[in-house]
């Protein structure tokens, strides 16, 4: 700057008309609830089905990303007939990591009725936990395609009571073949459905819907490919555009969702459409692994330290960095929003997390910027002098980062440690 004779003028920042609004507009269980239905009934009547069966029972909800798995998972997990039916219930979210012994652990932390000897092996643990109850166990978003770690697995959940069942969520029909499970197709959802909720997202701030955008609605649902996720991010980027113009550009852009790339497009889009330092903040959020209950004022705060917020001089950068927040919430990037209860049983905090697509879009931007170590040491894969972000919950981490940093010297800015750190962190300076 100093070399070519610049002189910095600081600009009044440009604010656009912030609204307030509620984290979720419409209900998305409400639309589910009826537009899922069918696929509902069908499931939980062969969960039920199998009630006298001595073996195993594997259910596999299969879709492409943004399609709704999760959500009708949650709707027959939440069905009077499967509470009623099953012992145990437990729910555990996979994602592309799948170490038998940490979904093991996991599998035993999500039962209400886990057993405290932590110092016995997960696998042990898991064995005990289910043995003789009939349970169902949901694995959300299983990749897995190694079939020895999937029977390892299944090897001691055999020991549960007759009727057991795993219902499993996966964008691929290769990782049910792999689990032996009856594959239940989830199909695009119906359009009048998608017209609900892209009507929610695009006109929940007006009391009359404008004649000739209401007309257009056909348009975009027919750019949503049947995807309740696209729908949803179109609804959230058509709610700030008031002009015929603005939607036609919108419904006419090529790559906003096929069936052949999922919902990627279309959430890439969502991005763009933020404003600069919303995208670094919103990118910045792949520090977190995913599936993370991400503390929501802890995010601003960090959204703070690293200079992502811009100063106004008539509120806090905490104040605006919760409208960002909120801003981001209402286009659908973040979701589970909700008070924790800290070990008291009161409620202390709001936590969130961010959907898989949401966090696949941050780290395609991020790249080698940030590193995530939720794993074994050997399996860490560090990036060159480029990190610059860390989050480490892992063995041993203080061991990782002393070595790490002992033979790379990256400017680190982000350092979050998710367990006791019992040793001196060396060379950060």
């Not at 307030?20 to 009934?41: F, H, L, W």
């Not at 897995?144 to 069942?165: I, T, V």
């Not at 960002?324 to 919430?329: K, T, V």
């Not at 972000?389 to 010297?409: T, V």
Request: aromatic share 8%.
């Amino acid at each position: 700057m100093h070399a070519f004779r610049f002189k910095y003028r600081p600009q009044p920042v440009v604010f656009k008309e912030w609204r307030q609004t509620d984290y979720i507009i419409t209900d998305p269980q409400e639309i589910a609830s009826r537009s899922r239905d069918k696929d509902k009934v069908e499931v939980v009547g062969t969960l039920l089905r199998h009630a006298n069966n001595a073996d195993l029972v594997v259910v596999a909800i299969v879709g492409m990303g943004g399609i709704g798995k999760t959500t009708l998972a949650q709707l027959i997990y939440n069905e009077p007939g499967i509470q009623k039916h099953f012992q145990l219930l437990l729910w555990v979210c996979v994602s592309d990591t799948f170490d038998v012994n940490s979904l093991a652990k996991s599998i035993v932390d999500a039962s209400p009725k886990k057993n405290d000897d932590a110092n016995r092996p997960p696998l042990e643990r898991l064995q005990k936990l289910v043995s003789g109850q009939r349970y169902l166990l949901v694995l959300d978003d299983v990749w897995n395609r190694e079939a020895p770690k999937w029977g390892r697995l299944k090897d001691h959940f055999k020991h549960g009571g007759m009727g057991s069942a795993v219902l499993t969520t996966t964008h691929d029909k290769g990782v049910a073949k792999i689990m032996g499970a009856d594959t239940h197709l989830l199909g695009r959802l119906e359009d009048r459905f998608l017209k609900e909720i892209i009507e929610a997202g695009a006109f929940s701030f007006e009391k009359k819907k404008p004649a000739e955008l209401a007309k257009m609605v056909h348009q975009i649902v027919i750019r949503c490919c049947g995807s309740p996720l696209a729908a949803s991010a179109l609804g959230s980027i058509l709610r700030t555009k008031t002009s015929v113009k603005e939607w036609k550009a919108i419904a006419s852009r090529s790559s906003i969702c096929t069936e052949e790339t999922g919902t990627l497009p279309i959430l890439k889009l969502s991005y763009n459409d933020l404003s600069s330092h919303m995208k670094q903040c919103f990118a910045y959020c792949v520090i977190f692994p995913k599936d993370y209950k991400i503390d929501v004022a802890k995010l601003i705060q960090l959204w703070i330290a690293n200079g992502f917020i811009p100063e106004h001089k008539e509120d806090s950068l905490e104040a605006i960095g919760q409208l960002i927040f909120d801003e981001l919430a209402s286009r659908s990037f973040f979701l589970d929003i909700e008070k924790s209860k800290d070990i008291r049983g009161y409620y202390s905090k709001y936590t969130c997390k961010i959907h898989d697509l949401m966090h696949d879009i941050a780290m395609s931007i991020m790249e080698k910027e940030c590193v995530v170590a939720t794993v074994e040491p050997s399996k860490i894969e560090w990036p060159a002098d480029t990190t610059r972000h860390l989050f480490l919950s892992c063995p041993q981490q203080e061991g990782i980062l002393n070595d790490f940093m002992e033979k790379r010297s990256p400017a680190i800015q982000t350092l979050i440690c998710d367990s006791y750190v019992q040793c001196p962190l060396q060379h950060l300076s």
